[in-house]
């Protein structure tokens, strides 16, 4: 359901060939319930204290990576190759702002998002 027209970069193959096999892969995403924040992957649904919360298609992608990968310092750079893909060219404090309105929208569940200056961020909760 894709091509690449010659002549293509490498990352530009391995661009496409990692879209496509985040677009298949049926069932690798799993659901994750953290700090009274519960994420359902297939649903694209996030509830926070049992409400649900309204999210751009970015900010679940990025919360999601996050609580993935949480209690781990995760910088910008990661993050916008994780979440924006290869595809994106521009400045990497679009990751901040994506930050802001995601804490905004988690509420007090938006503590759980830490700052860690000059490094990235990271997704900090016990449970």
Not at 25 to 41: M, P, T, W
Not at 58 to 73: A, G, P, R, T, W
Request: proline share 2%.
């Amino acid at each position: 359901d894709d091509y690449v027209s010659k002549p293509f970069s490498s990352s530009v193959l391995v661009a496409r060939i990692q879209t496509l096999l985040r677009r298949t892969a049926v069932g690798s995403k799993e659901n994750l319930e953290l700090g009274g924040i519960v994420l359902r992957y297939r649903e694209r649904l996030v509830t926070v204290n049992g409400e649900r919360v309204l999210m751009t298609p970015k900010e679940f992608d990025l919360l999601y990576y996050l609580m993935q990968n949480k209690n781990l310092v995760l910088t910008r750079d990661q993050i916008l190759s994780t979440v924006w893909n290869a595809d994106y060219f521009g400045d990497d404090r679009t990751v901040d702002t994506h930050i802001k309105c995601l804490r905004a929208k988690l509420g007090e569940c938006g503590r759980y998002i830490v700052t860690l200056r000059k490094v990235g961020y990271k997704f900090e909760c016990q449970a």
